[in-house]
């Protein structure tokens, strides 16, 4: 067998594949003639040294790369964020500690009020620093005689202990006939001590380790919500040139930039660069304000349109910007919020700050919010209808409220109120209004409607009156009033209760009112929500004195609402932001003070939730005559079994929760069981000797309880009339 290979042929190609460059490395390779390995020549790569300096500029290169990479930007950025979050906050958390303990707060307003030329403002915060250090004054004097008292309520309290334990320990060895019993309550005591002390010794160390983190945890997130840390630190969106400061080039930049031709070109046109179009740019409350003077050719308008590109322009939100229509020919007035500043609170209504508060239904006026220059907005309520609108779940009723709650500390004023709502937002009411008509159905309707044509009734009464006779204030409050508008049943009479025809009654009874009640002191205040001719007639919104709006969701329900005249002056619910502007009210008429020429104001309204409101009416009804709340739709409690209506709602079960028991006689008879509590069914029941027991942890009523006293109470009134 022959073989036809060549060594040195292959040693050569295997050469010829080896890369130039190598060194004397070799590549075995089997030599089939000899049986062994033959060793290939290969020439090995020099390694490249560096030196120090060259290792130098790439270890700086490195790290020059590492640093400006982004996400050790985004870390850096982060750290730098939250740490002045937590510096910062407890700068804000201390400011807040000295502002509560000093009169601080109260200069700072009568500084501010002053430098806007509002003497009064300054008084009446100046009265309210008098007030706050005589109040001071007062518990400082409280602590000197503290310690006495104190130690005296101590000694009276260890004694009483004392008695009480010896006396409870010879009862106890009295029943028992065991001596060492008198001692037992008072080892009790004793135990009970060590066992306090013992758990406080070992929960002691770990809150003293919490403690700093929680007061840590707590600066941070002050500071977080006021953003207080360096722009560039902020995350992205919240960067960049918001919140720069308004100069006059900003805002001809702005202007130039709007994309109206003419303007433009006016703008390059003039030697002072646009300058001499502004007013002196002044400080109005969280922002700033300017006049503008447009040239020949720009009317008004097409600014306004221009509102969003106009804020951002300026580096502002859409909602930060608001423009109106001074007196002066081809003017626009410009408000231009601090960044941010509009999503601040504005603090608690002086109804609640002050418990010395006071009404006057002819003189005074309502403290109601602020307005975006951060003046005080004084509501007068004297002989003036009021119309609220807006969209739902926005603030409507708290608006309207309000200025409800401060008239009720005048003890002449009347209220009827018809809330078609119906969910308790006018509870508290009850004792001040003569009438409260809580609910949502056809009935209510009614029953709103009659109250209604019972305001007319007695405004004709007053005007047959001889001239000269005086008349208390009577307020007709209907909350919710598109319900009555719209509602298609009709009465007794067989006329429709809503709709905008000559036959409403609803409609007519309220525009008789809103013609002629003002001049004998019989007024309609009115609440309703996405205002359209269906919902709110023409002649009705109309004839209201003063009118408010929250968010719409059009310039057309705008129209409505204000009125075309407000909202071509420049007044715009219809671009306050939806869920965020809760309580901020676009308002025209002659009720709030406005300055010459301007046709609305933006008002942000202090928010009192119910739990202050339930307490400014225990306060009103202290100053004022017992009043007995009718419900218009509440039937005779004579004509009522709330025992058999217990028996006809649980039906066929054996059982059943009481909070169902509840909802089902609600359900059964709103106007009587609707303000039904826990606490009142188990009163009736207990006095009938069924009450609820619980059951599998929850309360429950018999069916076979109630039964039995039902024919209990059947059998005992079948003897009282054998008797």
């Known amino acids: 067998m022959s073989h036809d290979y060549e060594p040195a042929a292959s040693a050569v190609a295997v050469e010829d594949a080896i890369p130039e460059g190598y060194g004397a490395a070799v590549l075995p390779f089997p030599d089939r003639l000899s049986g062994t390995s033959a ?101 400082r004097m409280d602590w000197i005689t503290a310690p006495l008292r104190l130690a005296k309520s101590a000694l009276v309290g260890a004694l009483s202990t004392a008695v009480g334990l010896l006396a409870l320990g010879i009862a106890m060895a009295m029943t028992s006939h065991h001596i060492a019993d008198v001692i037992a309550p008072a080892m009790f005591v004793v135990h009970l001590a060590n066992m306090v002390v013992f758990i406080a010794s070992v929960v002691w160390g770990p809150l003293l380790t919490v403690l700093p983190w929680l007061a840590l945890l707590a600066c941070w997130n002050a500071g977080r919500k006021r953003q207080a840390a360096p722009a560039w630190a902020l995350p992205a969106s919240l960067r960049g040139n918001e919140g720069e400061p308004i100069t006059p080039s900003i805002v001809v930049l ?11 070109k006016a703008i390059l046109e003039m030697g002072d660069g646009g300058g001499n179009m502004l007013s002196p740019i002044v400080i109005a409350g969280c922002g700033v304000e300017v006049d503008v003077l447009l040239p020949t050719g720009v009317s008004t308008e097409e600014v306004q349109k221009r509102r969003r590109k106009l804020a951002e322009n300026l580096n502002r939100h859409e909602h930060e910007v608001f423009i109106t229509i001074p007196p002066a020919a081809r003017t626009v007035r410009l408000w231009i919020a601090d960044s941010g500043a509009l999503d601040e609170p504005i603090g608690d209504s002086p109804l609640v700050v002050d418990p010395g508060i006071t009404a006057n239904y002819k003189t005074g006026r309502a403290p109601w919010g602020q307005d975006l220059r951060g003046t005080v907005v004084l ?10 609108t807006g969209l739902s779940n926005q603030g409507k009723t708290a608006s309207l409220r309000a200025p409800a709650l401060w008239l009720a500390f005048d003890p002449t004023v009347e209220f009827r109120i018809g809330d078609l709502k119906g969910i308790g937002d006018w509870n508290m009411f009850d004792g001040l209004a003569t009438v409260l008509i809580q609910g949502p159905t056809d009935e209510h309707v009614l ?9 007319v009734a007695e405004m004709e009464r007053r005007m047959l009156a001889p001239k000269g006779t005086p008349f208390p204030p009577l307020v007709l409050i209907v909350d919710e009033a598109q319900i009555a508008f719209m509602c298609p049943a009709k009465g007794a009479d067989g006329r429709p209760l809503g709709g905008t025809k000559a036959t409403s009654r609803y409609f007519n009874a309220a525009r008789k009112i809103l013609n002629q009640g003002r001049a004998v002191n019989v007024t309609l205040w009115q609440g309703t929500q996405d205002p359209t001719d ?76 119910e739990e202050q409101a339930v307490e400014l009416a225990e306060r009103a009804k202290a100053a004022r005559t017992a009043v007995v709340t009718r419900a218009a739709t509440e039937q005779d409690a004579e004509q009522v079994d709330p025992l058999a209506d217990v028996a006809e709602v649980i039906g066929d079960a054996a059982r059943m929760l009481t909070r169902e028991v509840l909802q089902r006689l609600a359900e059964m008879n709103r106007p009587f069981y609707g303000s039904w509590s826990f606490q009142t069914l188990t009163e009736v029941l207990e006095a009938a000797g069924a009450a609820p027991y619980k059951s599998g942890g929850q309360m429950v009523v018999s069916r076979a309880k109630v039964l039995a006293a039902l024919e209990e109470r059947d059998a005992d009134t079948a003897e009282s009339d054998a008797e």
Not at 379 to 388: F, T
Not at 447 to 455: D, I, L, N, Q
Not at 598 to 605: E, L, N
């Open 254 to 264: 702005a202007l130039r930039d709007l994309g109206i031709a003419p303007l433009r």
């Open 534 to 609: 269906q919902n709110l007639p023409k002649l009705v919104r109309e004839g209201a004195h003063i009118r408010g709006s929250l968010v719409l969701g059009t310039k057309a329900q705008s129209v409505m609402a204000l009125g075309e005249k407000a909202v071509n002056a420049g007044a715009a619910p219809h671009l306050l932001r939806q869920g965020l502007d809760k309580g901020t009210l676009v308002v025209a008429g002659d009720g709030v003070d406005l300055e010459p020429g301007q046709a609305s104001i933006t008002v942000r309204t202090h928010y009192i939730n």
């Open 447 to 455: 029953a709103v409607t009659e109250m209604v044509e019972e305001g």
């Open 379 to 388: 509501l007068s309520l004297y002989q003036r209808h009021v119309l609220m």
């Open 39 to 139: 060793a290939v020549p290969n020439e090995a790569p020099e390694r490249t040294r560096l030196t120090p300096r060259e290792r130098l500029v790439r270890a700086a290169r490195t790290v020059r790369a590492a640093a400006r990479h982004e996400r050790t930007k985004a870390a850096a950025r982060f750290t730098v964020r939250h740490g002045m979050f937590a510096l910062y906050g407890g700068g804000i958390l201390a400011r807040r500690g000295w502002e509560s303990r000093t009169t601080s707060r109260y200069e700072r307003m009568m500084r501010a009020a002053e430098a806007a030329g509002q003497p009064e403002v300054a008084m009446e915060w100046e009265q309210r620093a008098a007030a706050f250090r005589s109040a001071r004054h007062q518990r």
